[in-house]
């Protein structure tokens, strides 16, 4: 008996694929940020025993007890920035595995981030290095001090969860400049805000997300 195959051969979306249409779904419209978030390899930039789950849309561990945000919270954070922001120099805080690093390469001309974590830090350079970014400088620091030789910014990213915003992280912004991050008041969210004058800022959105503390030191460990 001849039968018909085709209703028999499972049709598999590439995950990579599924996590873009599903960022569509949640309101991500910035076609560019979309086809690039497609193109990089996320399996990369989680620990192995995860690779598996890294186009999924939750947050997963990268060592050193940190995660990489899920993929909707760093569409988010990058599409507030090509909405607002210079694309001129960015500051990150917090390079983490550096996947939101490598994103920011490809939008911004020069990208500055701060790594507190000694192998995080060393981690992020050598795979971004390996992927042929050169537009980044990387400093292990303790990035609530700022990048040590005050240069002007465009925009502030910080990936952590704070009560208070850093005084350096504000003062190196420039006039208009944008200023990305996650807080815990009233409730945990990110927000954007533009830097306005006389110290004013001006509120361009807010999300719920969940991050992990933004601490002060660095961990040679």
């Given at each position: 008996m ?8 499972a ?12 960022l ?14 497609e ?26 007890n940190?995660?990489?945000?899920q993929?909707?919270t ?17 500051l990150e ?7 939101q ?13 701060i ?16 992927m ?29 969860m ?13 006039p ?10 009233p ?6 805000w ?8 001006k509120c ?18």
């Amino acid at each position: 008996m001849s039968q018909n195959l085709n209703g028999l051969i499972a049709h598999t979306e590439p995950k990579a694929s599924k996590m873009i249409r599903q960022l569509r779904e949640q309101g991500i419209e910035h076609s560019e940020l979309l086809a690039f978030m497609e193109q990089v390899p996320r399996h990369e930039f989680v620990e192995p025993a995860f690779s598996h789950l890294a186009y999924s849309g939750t947050p997963l561990p990268i060592g050193r007890n940190q995660t990489i945000s899920q993929p909707l919270t760093v569409a988010r954070m990058t599409e507030w920035l090509l909405s607002y922001a210079r694309l001129g120099r960015v500051l990150e805080v917090g390079t983490g595995s550096g996947y939101q690093t490598r994103i920011l390469a490809h939008f911004f001309n020069k990208v500055h981030t701060i790594e507190r974590q000694k192998l995080l830090h060393e981690q992020a350079k050598a795979r971004l290095s390996a992927m042929g970014v050169n537009n980044v400088e990387y400093l292990f620091g303790d990035g609530q001090a700022g990048w040590p030789n005050r240069i002007e910014m465009d925009a502030v990213i910080i990936t952590a969860m704070a009560s208070k915003i850093p005084l350096a992280l504000t003062e190196c912004l420039k006039p208009q400049g944008i200023l990305i991050m996650p807080i815990d008041h009233p409730t945990p969210q990110i927000g954007c805000w533009r830097k306005e004058e006389g110290d004013r800022w001006k509120c361009l959105g807010t999300e719920s997300a969940h991050f992990v503390p933004l601490l002060e030191g660095i961990e040679n460990a």
